[in-house]
């Protein structure tokens, strides 16, 4: 069902990428062009899902061992608290703005916004799916619905329920 036109970069955060792991949906990260990852997001997968990475089927770019911080960003980071790992992978945005950036993370998102990047994470890459015929909006459901039993994601019920019931009426299911 995928799409011969792929869209454009991602930068990720490891909350994505293990997520989709965990629901068994990583080859829908195969819609992007490029994905770049910081090597601390890296060292992150790895270490909480260790063959994620290996399963991602498309390659994907690993940055260079440290990617200079902007300081309006470093600031930014600072003030949210945020990881090495997403500090990392907003270094690697700040080199490629006109990606998208994925993460789960609300405090990454925030500081994103505010530098003006495009971000999503792992229900928008689902959802997406559907409007990217990757899967359709039934299978997206299902996978919707496994969110609280099968990941580490913290959503809460009444927004991960709000979805699935636009999903529902979009598609009149």
Excluded: W
């Amino acid at each position: 069902m995928e799409r011969n036109k792929k869209a454009q970069k991602v930068v990720c955060d490891s909350g994505p990428i293990i997520h989709l792991d965990e629901l068994n949906s990583l080859p829908l990260l195969r819609d992007f062009k490029e994905i770049l990852i910081s090597r601390t997001v890296s060292k992150e997968v790895t270490r909480y899902r260790p063959s994620a990475l290996r399963k991602l089927t498309k390659s994907y770019v690993l940055s260079p061992e440290s990617v200079p911080v902007d300081r309006r960003l470093l600031i930014l980071c600072q003030m949210f608290s945020l990881d090495a790992g997403e500090i990392g992978a907003l270094a690697l945005m700040e080199k490629n703005p006109l990606a998208i950036f994925l993460t789960d993370d609300a405090s990454a998102r925030l500081v994103a916004d505010q530098m003006g990047f495009k971000v999503h994470g792992t229900i928008g890459i689902l959802v997406r799916s559907i409007r990217r015929k990757q899967m359709k909006p039934e299978e997206t459901l299902r996978i919707l619905n496994e969110i609280p039993s099968k990941t580490t994601l913290y959503i809460k019920p009444s927004l991960l329920d709000d979805i699935i019931l636009t999903i529902k009426k979009e598609f009149s299911i």
